[in-house]
């Protein structure tokens, strides 16, 4: 068996001023994909279930291909991720595969190996990480560990339709030297706010990043979600950059965030017709640098 998380978008994602810039940083929630594996030794044949997990399919036959003395299965892939909306679905896929399959094989799936098997597959998310992490997506490989965050509520809506992971990241970028800059910036700063855990500064940075996204992929529902954001006292709006989700950023440990979390769905289903309430993950044991840089792994 093997699990992943999910995320509600991203912290930050754009592109930084250097060769293969394209980075985002995690925002780990409690959504999770389950796969399990199970060997047939008397059949060849891999049987994925459902079927339509293509991407899972294509990673456990790679991983197969790998094993000595290897045989077929079933692979059964569970989730509650919604897909295509920018939540890491198809990345939790992937890794929770790839881990049941390995722990089946008594193959190690460190992830050096499992960012190198995702790569020739499509561009991924960071979430083989127990951390907020600033990732590589389209090379898949780590840049950084930034550490953890108390636990926020994010008070989600969608804006319908679906995007395609591998699509989207064919898209050229718009943004300008003097974004890419910017970018790196609010890198910076991100990795010092969460090192020092500060919410608000969180939701300053993953705002920012919502409005410098607008130019490649608009969300007519920004300027709206950050009008609840201030009148529910919300730390700042989240997206998922390559999705079509948008939510409210909220302390859990503020003593009124039940009343809050209440008004600010109440205001998201007005505006959008449906809401979700996420909580995210903090990870206790993460390693983060004392100056509140990133951490290299």
Not at 42 to 54: M, N
Not at 97 to 110: I, K, S
Not at 177 to 201: I, M, N, P, Q, S
Request: glycine fraction near 10%; hydrophobic fraction near 40%; charged fraction near 20%.
């Amino acid at each position: 068996m093997g699990t992943a998380f999910g995320t509600f978008g991203e912290l930050l994602q754009g592109v930084l001023p250097e060769r293969d810039g394209d980075f985002l940083v995690t925002l780990p929630v409690a959504r999770w994909t389950m796969a399990t594996f199970r060997q047939n030794p008397d059949s060849g044949e891999l049987i994925v279930r459902p079927p339509e997990k293509t991407k899972a399919r294509r990673l456990a036959c790679m991983i197969l291909e790998e094993a000595p003395q290897a045989t077929g299965g079933l692979l059964t892939v569970n989730s509650v991720i919604p897909e295509g909306k920018g939540l890491a679905s198809s990345s939790a896929d992937l890794v929770a595969t790839a881990r049941a399959v390995g722990q089946a094989l008594d193959v190690e799936m460190p992830a050096s190996r499992i960012e190198r098997l995702l790569a020739r597959i499509e561009p991924t998310d960071g979430v083989l990480y127990p951390a907020i992490v600033a990732f590589h997506h389209r090379t898949v490989r780590l840049r950084a560990v930034l550490g953890s965050l108390p636990t926020m509520g994010v008070v989600g809506i969608d804006e319908g339709g679906s995007v395609d992971t591998v699509d989207f990241n064919r898209i050229p970028k718009p943004f300008t030297t003097a974004d890419r800059h910017e970018y790196a910036r609010l890198l910076d700063g991100l990795a010092d706010a969460v090192h020092r855990r500060d919410l608000a500064e969180v939701g300053r940075i993953a705002t920012r990043s919502a409005l410098m996204n607008q130019a490649l992929r608009h969300k007519c529902s920004l300027e709206p979600m950050r009008e609840i954001c201030r009148e529910v006292g919300g730390l700042g709006v989240a997206v998922g950059h390559s999705g079509t989700t948008l939510g409210v950023l909220l302390d859990a440990t503020d003593p009124t965030y039940t009343h809050r979390v209440s008004a600010a769905a109440q205001a998201c289903s007005e505006l959008a017709g449906n809401v979700a309430v996420y909580r995210t993950l903090s990870f206790p044991n993460t390693l983060y640098a004392g100056s509140g840089r990133p951490v290299p792994v």
